[in-house]
Structure formats: structure tokens, C-alpha cells
């Protein structure tokens, strides 16, 4: 990504939070409609306060990009949904992200390069038409260019089974990346025999696959994941079995697919979210995702006993606090400004729209 970085300045640092809070709901007020912040269901309670809207990242891309009069969009979640933004922004807007240090290691599993080097590797064993190229939401830029220019698409945790079965019924084989967990999980679903489904290791060349098993395979899976969701593990769902025997667990898709089969319904943010509202009074569920998002669920249901199946917090999602968006937000349009080189975006946005035509 390319933008004016700038690092948050000492004077803002040495800032209350409940001032930089007070600070901000003034040039919200004065702004008016030419501004929208977006903070990802993952932030602190904080960033979640002064966010006009609060979601999943695509979401809340596609929602900033349908405000016609928003000239500034500030982004609280990490550095790909900035970009997700920026992509889908319209000419006259400009998407800003509050802490550009804010990454996401599940991002940065698949570097654009490694994947083209991969791509080069499998041309040399089958004809690559026969391979669809699709990208989680969770990716560069970059790299959903990469897959726009290919032919293929993006999709969310939520719409990953519908992605799979529209790439399937254009080509012979999937090439998922960058989170193996999702990828297998979705298989799964669709009853892809674990014999057709395979891990490809970009650090080993072919992904330490051999020729028949790239052949046979109908799925190769990118051996990427997201640490918050890995954590957790079989016997955490166990003992909430034991311990809650009267509960529901619901798990996020990027879950070990041990964990998501053990569990009694996996989803997306946005499907756990709705499931707690559903859910009647008195209902009991233990929750495997991101600790901020069962934390808040559990203060917005106080008729219901929200449970973390364990705690797994998100450090990058954590980064962006009140005074960087403050920052942002008295130097607007002038630091932390999205910049994507326009091919980029062109690509990108193709791959992006394949996902909202299906």
C-alpha cells in the first residue's frame, strides 16, 4: 500500500483519551456528512464509540463507497480493509487509515510475488486455464489485482461456499488463498473429498506437492491462517461442553476444521453478531472469535450469558486508538491517505466485482 505515512505525533500521544473523544465528536459535527468512520467489529470499545458505522470489512467498503456525499472516509480496522475501501471508493473520496501500522498477519501470509512464482510453478505441470484463482478479503491489493487479471474473485467468510461453486463450475480446480482454514472448511462443506483437497507450502517448491497430487487435486489450499482464530482448539469446545452443557458454540470459519466440526454453527462476524441478537432471553453461547467482538456481545445481551470459548485477542486490530484517528482527522486528507496505483485498483476492483455479481 502505498500512502502519506505519517506516525502518530508526541502531542497527540500525551492526549486523554476522553479528550481526543471530545475532540473528534466536534469535527464529526462539523463535517457533517462529508465524513464517515468505519471501525471493524474487532476495535476497541473506544473506536467502536465514534464510528458511524460498525461491521465486517467488506461490509462496511461497500456501505462508504454508497455514501455519495462522504469526501472522507476514516477506516479503524487493519491495512487490507483500508485498501478493500480505497478500491471500492468513488473518485471524489479519499480513504484514510487512522494506523497504517496496523497489518494483518493472514494478509501477509500471501505477498502478491510469492503467489505469481506459484502460479509460474503450477503452468509448468497443468494448463492454467484449468485453475481458478480466488481470494479471501483478507489479502493485499495486490494481490486481489493478481486474481482479477486471472479471472477470479474475491469472497468473505461468508460467501466463500458460493465463490467455491462458481469457480468450480468455470474451471477444474480452485487455487484458494491465503487462509487454509476457511479453504478446507469450505470444501468440507461442499463434500470435496479430503483426497482431492491439498496444502500448498509457498517455501517449498510446488508447494511440496507432487505432479499426480496437483493433478488430482480439485482444491489447493494456500498454507495461511489467522492466529486469533487458530487458538483455538478441540478441547476448548470440550470443556464448554462441560462446563455450559446447556450452550450453543459458534466458531468463526477460520477455526481448525476439528474445531468448526465439534462446534454447533460456524460463521462469519456478521453471522455470529446476528446469531446473539436471535437468540432468545436466557440463551447460553460460548463464541470462538475475536475477544473484543464477545466482550461486547456479552454488554449488548445482558439477557444472555455470551461466553469466549477462550480469550484470543487481535494486537493489530488493537492499534488504532482515539488519538490516532484525532490525528487523522485535524490533518484531513493530508496524512494516512490510501494511495493504490490506478492498475491496481482497476484489477483489484474487477476481482471485488465478480464477488457482488454472484
Known amino acids: 500500500m502505498e500512502s502519506s505515512i505519517h506516525p502518530l505525533p508526541a502531542e497527540y ?6 479528550t481526543a473523544i471530545q475532540r473528534i465528536r466536534k469535527i464529526k459535527q462539523r463535517l457533517g456528512d462529508r465524513l464517515v468512520i468505519l471501525g471493524h467489529h474487532y476495535q476497541r470499545d473506544s473506536i467502536v464509540e465514534i ?35 480505497a478500491v471500492l471508493a ?29 502460479w509460474k510453478e503450477l503452468e509448468t505441470v497443468l494448463n492454467i486455464q484449468k485453475v481458478m484463482p480466488v481470494v ?8 486481489k489485482a493478481f486474481v482479477g487479471d486471472h479471472g ?19 474451471r477444474e480446480k480452485v487455487f484458494f488463498f491465503p487462509d487454509r482454514n476457511l479453504g478446507k472448511n469450505t470444501a468440507n462443506f461442499l463434500r470435496i473429498p479430503d483426497e482431492q483437497v491439498a496444502d500448498w507450502d509457498p517455501y517449498i517448491p510446488f508447494g511440496g506437492l507432487a505432479k499426480e497430487e496437483i ?15 487458530t487458538w483455538f482448539r478441540k478441547y ?16 468463526h470459519p477460520e477455526c481448525d476444521p ?65 488519538n490516532d484517528v484525532l490525528f487523522v482527522l485535524e490533518n484531513l486528507g493530508e496524512v494516512n491517505v490510501v494511495c493504490l496505483p490506478k492498475p491496481v485498483i482497476t484489477s483489484a476492483g474487477k476481482a471485488l466485482q465478480r464477488m457482488l455479481d454472484l
Open 258 to 322: 476439528a474445531v468448526v466440526r465439534a462446534a454447533d454453527g460456524n460463521g462469519s462476524t456478521k453471522f455470529i453478531v446476528a446469531y446473539v441478537r436471535q437468540a432468545p432471553a436466557g440463551s447460553t453461547i460460548v463464541i470462538g472469535t475475536e475477544i473484543n467482538l464477545v466482550n461486547r456481545l456479552a454488554d449488548q445481551n445482558p439477557d444472555k450469558k455470551i461466553v469466549p470459548l477462550s480469550k484470543s485477542p487481535c494486537p493489530n486490530m488493537g492499534k488504532v486508538s482515539p
Open 136 to 143: 479471501y478479503v483478507n489479502s493485499s491489493a495486490a494481490l
Open 90 to 118: 468513488k473518485p471524489h473520496q479519499k480513504v484514510i487509515h487512522p494506523d497504517p501500522d496496523a497489518g494483518c498477519p493472514l494478509a501477509d501470509f500471501a505477498p502478491a510475488g510469492m503467489v505469481k512464482n506459484a
Open 13 to 18: 500521544r500525551a492526549i486523554s483519551g476522553k
Open 152 to 170: 477470479g474473485t474475491t469472497c468473505t467468510s461468508s460467501n466463500a461456499r458460493k465463490a467455491f461453486e462458481w469457480a468450480l463450475r468455470q
Open 236 to 251: 476448548h469446545v470440550e470443556q464448554a461442553r462441560e462446563n455450559y452443557p446447556e450452550a450453543a458454540i459458534i466458531v
Open 215 to 229: 493433478l488430482k487435486a480439485r482444491v489447493l489450499l494456500w498454507k495461511g491462517y489467522c492466529h486469533v482464530h
Open 51 to 85: 464510528s458511524d458505522f460498525v461491521g465486517d470489512s467488506f461490509d462496511l467498503s461497500r456501505r462508504a463507497a454508497n455514501l455519495e456525499k462522504a469526501e472522507f472516509i476514516v477506516f479503524c480496522g487493519v491495512r487490507f480493509m483500508a485498501e478493500s475501501a
